[in-house]
Protein backbone atom coordinates (compact mmCIF):
# COMPACT_ATOMS: atom_id res chain seq x y z
CA UNK A 1 0.00 0.00 0.00
CA UNK A 2 1.38 3.53 -0.73
CA UNK A 3 1.62 5.96 1.52
CA UNK A 4 0.19 9.48 1.50
CA UNK A 5 2.83 10.88 3.97
CA UNK A 6 6.09 9.69 2.92
CA UNK A 7 8.41 8.52 5.77
CA UNK A 8 11.95 9.33 3.79
CA UNK A 9 11.44 13.07 3.28
CA UNK A 10 8.21 14.13 4.92
CA UNK A 11 6.38 15.02 1.21
CA UNK A 12 2.70 14.58 1.38
CA UNK A 13 0.52 13.26 -1.88
CA UNK A 14 -2.52 14.62 -1.83
CA UNK A 15 -5.61 12.44 -3.12
CA UNK A 16 -6.68 14.76 -6.36
CA UNK A 17 -4.34 17.63 -5.45
CA UNK A 18 -0.13 18.51 -6.06
CA UNK A 19 2.50 16.19 -3.95
CA UNK A 20 3.60 18.82 -1.00
CA UNK A 21 7.25 18.85 -0.07
CA UNK A 22 9.62 20.79 1.44
CA UNK A 23 10.52 24.50 0.20
CA UNK A 24 7.87 23.72 -2.52
CA UNK A 25 6.56 27.35 -3.63
CA UNK A 26 3.48 28.44 -3.81
CA UNK A 27 3.24 29.28 -7.70
CA UNK A 28 5.18 25.85 -8.00
CA UNK A 29 1.58 24.52 -6.09
CA UNK A 30 -0.90 26.19 -7.87
CA UNK A 31 0.64 24.83 -11.23
CA UNK A 32 0.14 21.22 -10.03
CA UNK A 33 -3.40 22.01 -8.94
CA UNK A 34 -3.92 23.16 -5.98
CA UNK A 35 -7.10 25.11 -4.88
CA UNK A 36 -6.34 27.98 -2.51
CA UNK A 37 -9.38 28.98 0.26
CA UNK A 38 -7.68 31.74 1.69
CA UNK A 39 -4.69 33.60 2.33
CA UNK A 40 -3.07 34.90 4.86
CA UNK A 41 -0.44 37.36 5.32
CA UNK A 42 1.46 37.49 8.63
CA UNK A 43 3.63 40.39 8.24
CA UNK A 44 6.45 38.36 9.36
CA UNK A 45 7.77 36.27 6.57
CA UNK A 46 5.82 33.96 7.00
CA UNK A 47 2.26 33.24 4.84
CA UNK A 48 -0.41 30.52 5.83
CA UNK A 49 -2.79 29.07 2.89
CA UNK A 50 -5.90 27.46 3.61
CA UNK A 51 -6.65 24.59 1.26
CA UNK A 52 -9.64 21.42 1.21
CA UNK A 53 -10.77 19.61 1.62
CA UNK A 54 -8.48 16.29 0.45
CA UNK A 55 -8.72 12.57 1.39
CA UNK A 56 -5.46 11.89 3.56
CA UNK A 57 -4.82 9.36 5.73
CA UNK A 58 -8.43 7.63 4.80
CA UNK A 59 -10.87 11.18 5.80
CA UNK A 60 -11.43 14.18 4.19
CA UNK A 61 -8.67 16.70 5.48
CA UNK A 62 -8.39 20.36 5.67
CA UNK A 63 -5.53 21.89 5.44
CA UNK A 64 -2.96 24.81 6.43
CA UNK A 65 0.08 25.10 4.41
CA UNK A 66 2.59 27.66 6.45
CA UNK A 67 5.13 29.05 4.18
CA UNK A 68 8.05 30.93 5.46
CA UNK A 69 9.57 33.52 2.10
CA UNK A 70 7.30 31.68 -0.70
CA UNK A 71 8.82 28.63 0.88
CA UNK A 72 6.29 25.49 2.30
CA UNK A 73 7.48 24.21 5.78
CA UNK A 74 4.66 22.93 7.71
CA UNK A 75 1.38 21.45 6.96
CA UNK A 76 -1.32 21.55 9.45
CA UNK A 77 -4.35 19.54 9.20
CA UNK A 78 -7.42 18.25 10.92
CA UNK A 79 -9.74 15.81 9.41
CA UNK A 80 -13.55 17.22 8.89
CA UNK A 81 -15.71 14.15 8.29
CA UNK A 82 -15.07 11.64 11.27
CA UNK A 83 -17.86 12.17 13.34
CA UNK A 84 -15.62 13.43 16.48
CA UNK A 85 -16.95 16.70 17.70
CA UNK A 86 -14.95 17.72 20.68
CA UNK A 87 -11.39 18.66 20.58
CA UNK A 88 -10.31 15.39 22.59
CA UNK A 89 -11.99 13.27 20.18
CA UNK A 90 -10.37 14.42 17.36
CA UNK A 91 -7.27 14.33 18.80
CA UNK A 92 -7.88 10.68 19.66
CA UNK A 93 -8.77 10.08 15.98
CA UNK A 94 -5.90 11.89 14.93
CA UNK A 95 -3.22 10.15 16.97
CA UNK A 96 -5.57 6.60 15.99
CA UNK A 97 -4.51 6.97 12.33
CA UNK A 98 -0.82 8.11 12.85
CA UNK A 99 -0.47 4.78 15.10
CA UNK A 100 -2.11 2.96 12.05
CA UNK A 101 -0.12 4.79 9.41
CA UNK A 102 3.66 4.78 11.54
CA UNK A 103 3.51 2.82 14.22
CA UNK A 104 4.12 3.74 18.02
CA UNK A 105 5.57 6.98 18.18
CA UNK A 106 8.55 8.42 20.09
CA UNK A 107 7.17 10.62 22.36
CA UNK A 108 3.62 10.68 23.36
CA UNK A 109 1.76 12.16 26.68
CA UNK A 110 -1.42 14.04 27.70
CA UNK A 111 -0.64 16.94 25.22
CA UNK A 112 0.85 15.65 22.25
CA UNK A 113 1.44 12.56 20.13
CA UNK A 114 5.42 13.24 17.65
CA UNK A 115 6.53 10.93 15.48
CA UNK A 116 10.52 11.81 14.92
CA UNK A 117 12.52 11.47 11.29
CA UNK A 118 15.12 12.65 10.21
CA UNK A 119 13.66 15.14 7.54
CA UNK A 120 11.32 16.75 10.41
CA UNK A 121 8.25 15.77 13.05
CA UNK A 122 4.34 14.74 12.89
CA UNK A 123 2.55 16.09 16.09
CA UNK A 124 -0.63 15.52 16.95
CA UNK A 125 -1.98 17.92 19.67
CA UNK A 126 -4.48 20.01 21.00
CA UNK A 127 -3.96 23.93 21.06
CA UNK A 128 -5.55 25.12 24.23
CA UNK A 129 -5.55 29.13 22.41
CA UNK A 130 -6.43 27.65 19.10
CA UNK A 131 -8.98 25.59 20.94
CA UNK A 132 -8.46 22.74 18.09
CA UNK A 133 -6.96 19.34 17.61
CA UNK A 134 -4.46 18.92 14.63
CA UNK A 135 -1.84 16.83 12.72
CA UNK A 136 1.19 19.80 12.29
CA UNK A 137 3.90 17.93 9.78
CA UNK A 138 6.89 20.00 10.20
CA UNK A 139 10.13 19.80 8.06
CA UNK A 140 13.24 21.00 9.82
Not at 9 to 35: H, I, K, Y
Not at 43 to 51: A, E, I, K, V
Not at 75 to 94: N, Y
Not at 114 to 140: C, H, K, N
Amino acid sequence: MAHEIDIHDGSVRLNGGPLLSRDARVQQLRAMGLSINQVFEMQTGWRFLTSGPYTLLGKSANLALAFFNDELKRVHFAMSDSGATTPDQIRHLHDTLLLTEFGAPQVQDSRKTMYVFPWGTIVSAFDPRGGQSEIVLTWQ
